[in-house]
Structures are given as structure tokens and as C-alpha cells.
């Protein structure tokens, strides 16, 4: 096979968790009269905490805020979207992501999660899956997020394979940006599925088994 492994992102392409985050920053946009709604939280698709509050303060009128009085906002959206969370189950796991993945681990295939997200395990454990990947690069992890390749590249050496020979899965034009940048192929779904820097353009999950065959 061309590849030896596969690095997957975590929300938008296992499962999806937009309206976890959604309700979280709404909440702290909502307190400090920020105007905050579904295309804006689009735009944090990928995108760091840090960088996701910055881009919702752009809305701000007010005095500046202190790097101290962000962090204090971010870890406030942080908890709650951590009790959102706690919502999810294995119900979130769709049986066709299950079976793709399933079938691609008989292939012989590593796996490991490439997330920028703080919270991946939380996730993987609410939706019964904190055991199934052989690594997890993730925001606690890493100093760079995507576009950086730091995450991707990290999950490679996790999994001690070439980045070359690991295909990245993403939904977000920022992570196919990182893996092109780790010099690694990329599968572009969702929102990532025509961007032109994308390897392969999946119309859906199980899209993905056609390129190991």
C-alpha cells in the first residue's frame, strides 16, 4: 500500500462537536455583548482556542484585555464546553465511520488522531473510542496549531512512520494546509472535500476505502 498509516482530525471527520462549541463561545460572546453567530463560529473550524477567542473578540468594543483576562475567558468557554461534552456517547460514533475504520484496520493500517483540540481524549472516551487509536497528537501536545504541521508531524513520530507514508483525513482547509506543509498527503471531506490542496476529495467517510484498494 502506498500509505502505512492514517492520521485523522478529530471533530468534523470522526465526529462532529460544532455545537458543543457553538453554545460554549455563545455564551461567553453573549456575556460581553459580542455579536456571535453560526457563520463566526465557522470560522473557527480548526482554529486554537487562543486564536478562536481572538477572532470572536474582533467584535469587541471595550477597553483591551489582558493576555491574563483571555486566558480566563478561554478556560471559561473550555468548561463549559467540557459539561456539553458530556452529552456525547457512542451513539455520536456514525456506524459508517465505524465500519470504515474497522475495515482499514484489517488492513493493517496505524492510526493515530491529529487534533488540535485539548479535549480529544474526553471526546474519544465519551464516544467509546479512547482505546482504538495507536496515538493521539493533540492541543496538549503541541504549541503550534494548524496550519502548523507540528500536530501531524507529531502523530507520525508517535507512530514511527515517515510522514510520507501517513495520509492525513481533514475537514478543515487549515489542516490540509498543515498536512501539506508536513509534507504529507491529505483527504480533504466536508468543508475540506474541493480544496484543490487536498490529495483526494472524499464525498463521504467511507470514500476513504477506495484509496487502499
Request: hydrophobic share 40%.
Amino acid at each position: 500500500m502506498k500509505y502505512r498509516a492514517i492520521v485523522f482530525d478529530l471533530d468534523g471527520v470522526i465526529c462532529h462537536t460544532d455545537q458543543y462549541h457553538y453554545q460554549a463561545w455563545k455564551q461567553i460572546a453573549d456575556r460581553m455583548n459580542i455579536y456571535f453567530d453560526e457563520t463566526i463560529n465557522h470560522r473557527l473550524r480548526g482554529v486554537s482556542r487562543m486564536d478562536s477567542l481572538n477572532i470572536i473578540l474582533e467584535g469587541y468594543v471595550g477597553e483591551p484585555l489582558s493576555l491574563e483576562e483571555k486566558e480566563k475567558l478561554a478556560s471559561e468557554k473550555n468548561e463549559i464546553y467540557k459539561s456539553l461534552l458530556l452529552m456525547m456517547s457512542p451513539k455520536d460514533l456514525s456506524k459508517e465511520v465505524k465500519e470504515t475504520l474497522n475495515y482499514l484496520r484489517s488492513l493493517g493500517l496505524k492510526f493515530a488522531i491529529g487534533s488540535s483540540s485539548k479535549n480529544a481524549r474526553l471526546i474519544l472516551k465519551q464516544i467509546g473510542m479512547e482505546d482504538y487509536f495507536d496515538a493521539i497528537s493533540d492541543g496538549n501536545n503541541i504549541e503550534h496549531s494548524k496550519p502548523h504541521p507540528e500536530v501531524f508531524l507529531k502523530a507520525a513520530g508517535f507512530l514511527k512512520e515517515k510522514p510520507s507514508d501517513c495520509l492525513v483525513v481533514e475537514d478543515a482547509k487549515a489542516g490540509i494546509e498543515a498536512a501539506c506543509a508536513g509534507g504529507m498527503d491529505s483527504a480533504g471531506i466536508g468543508d475540506a472535500a474541493d480544496y484543490n490542496k487536498a490529495t483526494y476529495h472524499l464525498h463521504n467517510f467511507k470514500d476513504l476505502i477506495s484509496i487502499f484498494q
